[in-house]
């Protein structure tokens, strides 16, 4: 999610995101670094921060907007209050990951990389969790859990539901 217990993110403010990257922009390869400062800044990048980020780092929009869309951390709207992920690898696909896919699919009735309606699960694979001997692998907010079967990957959609932001 954000940046930890007690984290709120910022309401989206064009001078606070101009004091944000004001602070990155000499680093090399600032482009990055900003972006993850912004996203930790505000909990997303939010579309009205890429032109000013193009024009405080002289890229086109199209260069800023192609880095935020390419990368899977960088997200354009607001984490969802718990995250879901789901390794994808081969050890876990050999262990049942596919049916954990199909599972929370069906349990929380949305697709991989989707938010539930009312903003409280988001839903992703991801390939490789370092985890390939406990496998299949799950994160729940963050947190490893191996050899999670579909009852078990329902018992941890059902914790995160309960679960109440710190």
């Not at 405080?56 to 992920?85: C, I, K, M, W």
């Not at 409280?120 to 969790?129: I, P, R």
Request: net charge negative.
């Amino acid at each position: 999610m954000g940046g930890g217990p007690g984290y709120e993110p910022r309401a989206w403010s064009e001078s606070r995101c101009r004091e944000v990257i004001a602070a990155l922009v000499g680093t090399r390869g600032s482009l990055l670094p900003v972006l993850h400062a912004v996203q930790l800044e505000f909990a997303c990048i939010d579309p009205r921060a890429v032109p000013v980020i193009a024009d405080a780092l002289n890229l086109s929009r199209a260069e800023v907007h192609g880095v935020v869309t390419f990368y899977r951390d960088f997200r354009q709207e607001p984490p969802a209050r718990h995250a879901v992920r789901i390794c994808r690898a081969e050890a876990c696909q050999a262990t049942g990951a596919e049916r954990l896919v199909a599972q929370a699919r069906t349990h929380l009735g949305i697709a991989l990389g989707a938010t539930t309606a009312d903003g409280s699960v988001s839903l992703d694979d991801v390939f490789c969790l370092g985890n390939c001997a406990l496998g299949p692998s799950v994160t729940v907010d963050g947190r490893l859990h191996g050899r999670v079967d579909e009852d078990r990957l329902v018992a941890l959609l059902g914790e995160a539901g309960e679960r109440t932001d710190p």
